[in-house]
Structures are given as structure tokens and as C-alpha cells.
């Protein structure tokens, strides 16, 4: 059984940053690829970025290349996401999500083939 906690959501002005992590318990086994998504209201699930948490490897969706990072501390169990620049079109829930299967391609991007979400945090970047 895999858990995700994600925490460090919060209300920001549009240039503003914030850090999520989302801390994780459970077997290591399935979480070769660990992500984070987003869903605003009234639209689709989409994904933000995702790492490779063997070999390190990272993906970006186009929208948050350059202002997004995605990282992780190994002794912690925990993924991060540094977003910085922040838009008032990034304001959503962020969802972090793991599965067994390494990202390659645009294969992180299916949501489907993630079995394990956390609850979510919320993220508003206000004008």
C-alpha cells in the first residue's frame, strides 16, 4: 500500500512562488515514477510535471517549462514541486500521483496508469 500526502498549498500574488512536497509511504516498488497533476475547476486533469525517481529524469508539460521544478529527496521519501512565476492560469488542485512504471516519453502524462493519489492541495494565484 502506497500513501501521498502533499502539502504546501497557498493563496500567492501572479510572480509569486511556492514549494509543494508530497511525502510518501509504503513500498518503493511502485513509485518508479512520481507526478504531479492539476485539475482547475471546470476543466480536465492535466499533468505538471514528473521524475524518474530511479535514474532522475524529468518532465515538464509545456505550460510550466522553465518556471516549474520537479525533485526529490530520497533519505525523505518526498517529491517536490518548486513553482515559481506563478500565473493566475496555475491556480488549481494539485494532486501528486505515483505508479510502477518509469516516465518515458509522454507516457507520465496518463493519468489512468496511476494507481496512487494523494488528496490534493490547493494552489490560487490571485492578479
Known amino acids: 500500500q502506497v500513501q501521498l500526502v502533499e502539502s504546501g498549498g497557498g493563496s500567492v500574488q501572479a510572480g509569486g512562488s511556492l514549494r509543494l512536497s508530497c511525502a510518501a509511504s509504503g513500498s518503493s516498488y511502485v513509485r518508479n515514477c512520481m507526478a504531479w497533476f492539476r485539475q482547475a475547476p471546470g476543466r480536465e486533469r492535466e499533468g505538471v510535471a514528473a521524475?524518474?525517481?530511479?535514474?532522475?529524469?524529468?518532465y515538464y508539460a509545456d505550460s510550466v517549462k522553465g518556471r516549474f521544478t520537479i525533485s526529490q529527496d530520497n533519505a525523505k521519501n518526498t517529491v517536490y514541486l518548486q513553482m515559481n512565476s506563478l500565473k493566475p492560469e496555475d491556480t488549481a488542485m494539485y494532486y501528486c500521483?505515483?505508479?510502477?512504471?518509469?516516465?518515458?516519453?509522454?507516457?507520465?502524462?496518463?493519468?489512468?496508469?496511476?494507481?496512487?493519489w494523494g488528496q490534493g492541495t490547493q494552489v490560487t494565484v490571485s492578479s
Open positions: 521524475i524518474n525517481t530511479s535514474g532522475g529524469s524529468t
Open positions: 500521483a505515483a505508479r510502477w512504471l518509469v516516465p518515458y516519453g509522454d507516457s507520465w502524462r496518463r493519468e489512468s496508469e496511476y494507481k496512487h
